[in-house]
T-cell receptor
Framework: DTAVSQTPKYLVTQMGNDKSIKCEQN?????MYWYKQDSKKFLKIMFS???????INETVPNRFSPKSPDKAHLNLHINSLELGDSAVYFC???????????FGPGTRLTVT | DAKTTQPNSMESNEEEPVHLPCNHS???????IHWYRQLPSQGPEYVIH???SNVNNRMASLAIAEDRKSSTLILHRATLRDAAVYYC????????????FGTGTSLTVIP
């Protein structure tokens, strides 16, 4: 069974479009995260939710809006996509304050 | 958060031990030292973590300097599957739940 899954795996879209990436975990964790890995492989946290509540919001444009319908899901919606949004987006989950975060396989977003 | 410094890249021969260094001279007393690795085209995965004492698990060992200003991740017998980027991360749980990944060390394992 896949622990942390993301859909889609690849996403190619044009500038200005709106897109969503979905994430689900079946580990029973209470905290979920979104990370962005840019072309230079720098991995940066974007958001974190604990029990559906936002607990971390790094300096991310408000075009990015995470939504957590329940503890097992954390979706990322991006409005008005820009070229600089092209990256690999990783979802992760853990128990709150745990040393071990479980990462999904990533979604490669390409904005043309 | 305290910063870490790692070499950009290292090489190792297969089946030999690998010592991956990490400097964290500004570490605070409540910072835990974590190691994650990222295999090609995959998300990061947890390797090991520690506070003051050396730690061993099935994947690796973590040696922490007495003054905690540096640490070393030890892979006892490198395999081709260990080729990855290894990240050394400090985290103070009392100030937040987030990990801040640096640039890491890209490990190449030579057959």
């Amino acid at each position: 069974d896949t622990a942390v899954s993301q859909t889609p795996k690849y996403l190619v879209t044009q500038m200005g479009n709106d897109k969503s990436i979905k994430c689900e975990q079946n580990l029973g964790h209470d905290t979920m995260y979104w990370y962005k890995q840019d072309s230079k492989k720098f991995l940066k946290i974007m958001f974190s939710y604990n029990n559906k509540e936002l607990i971390i919001n790094e300096t991310v444009p408000n075009r990015f809006s995470p939504k957590s319908p329940d503890k097992a899901h954390l979706n990322l919606h991006i409005n008005s996509l820009e070229l600089g949004d092209s990256a690999v987006y990783f979802c992760a989950s853990s128990l709150l304050n745990s040393y071990e975060q479980y990462f999904g396989p990533g979604t490669r977003l390409t904005v043309t | 958060d305290a910063k870490t410094t790692q070499p950009n890249s290292m090489e190792s021969n297969e089946e030999e031990p690998v010592h991956l260094p990490c400097n964290h001279s500004t570490i605070s007393g409540t910072d835990y030292i974590h190691w994650y690795r990222q295999l090609p085209s995959q998300g990061p995965e947890y390797v090991i973590h520690g506070l003051t004492s050396n730690v061993n698990n099935r994947m690796a060992s973590l040696a922490i300097a007495e003054d905690r200003k540096s640490s070393t991740l030890i892979l006892h017998r490198a395999t081709l599957r260990d080729a990855a980027v290894y990240y050394c991360i400090l985290r103070d749980v009392s100030t937040g739940n987030q990990f801040y990944f640096g640039t890491g060390t890209s490990l190449t394992v030579i057959p």
